[in-house]
């Protein structure tokens, strides 16, 4: 199969990933993803070769193994690419239409989904202890907090919770510590009969 002559490129990304670089160090950094896009990786040759000597800013966005240097987010749409374009070749040679749907590779997916499939992977709930909420929020009612929520199994109405840490500031801006406190606390009136 001959080299694919494309890979998605988030043009959203690139300018805020290259902001506080000068004009000469975008250059040198597009050049050199352009070149990971042909090579996979780059030899510290290749690196030298286009800035003509190290510069810390364009090298940090690069990791290195033992294939040599490599930006992890080309690395990923260059992969995600050769899959696409592996599957819709496989797919030309197949006759029948119901094994083609079948093997199929997702359409390239847009930003928003990669960013939300990652957003997915790393936000996994993962309720605190009472310790945690004490570390966070020293002057904060954290059992009465924790034995709520663990008594409800950690719903927000009826969502479950995404974040402890904004849960929390909400309780304490809605001042639930103390309005149970008062309650408590609240002599009982008398009922007219």
């Keep these: 199969m001959s080299k694919d ?24 950094y ?29 090298f940090s966005k690069f990791e290195k193994n033992d294939e040599g240097y490599y930006n992890e987010r080309m690395q990923v749409e260059y992969d995600r ?5 592996e ?16 093997t199929y590779e997702n359409h390239m997916e847009t930003e928003t989904e990669t960013i939300t499939i990652k957003e997915n992977k790393s936000k996994i709930f993962k309720k605190p202890t009472v310790e945690q909420i004490l570390n966070e929020f020293p002057n904060f009612n954290a059992e009465h907090f924790f034995n709520y929520y663990e008594s409800n199994g950690w719903m927000v109405g009826k969502n479950k919770m995404k974040n402890w840490k904004a849960t929390v500031k909400t309780w304490m801006s809605k001042d639930y510590n103390n309005q149970t406190q008062i309650v408590a606390n609240r002599p009982k009136m008398a009922t007219l009969d």
């Design 5 to 28: 002559p494309a890979v998605l490129f988030y043009t959203s990304d690139f300018l805020t990933g290259t902001m506080t670089m000068t004009n000469d160090q975008v250059g040198m």
């Design 30 to 58: 597009i050049r050199l993803l352009c070149l990971q896009h042909q090579k996979k990786f780059l030899s510290e040759k290749d690196m030298l070769s286009i800035c003509k000597s190290y510069d810390e800013d364009v």
């Design 81 to 85: 690419r050769k899959k696409y374009s």
């Design 87 to 102: 599957s819709r070749s496989n797919n030309r040679k197949k006759k029948d239409m119901l094994i083609i749907s079948k």
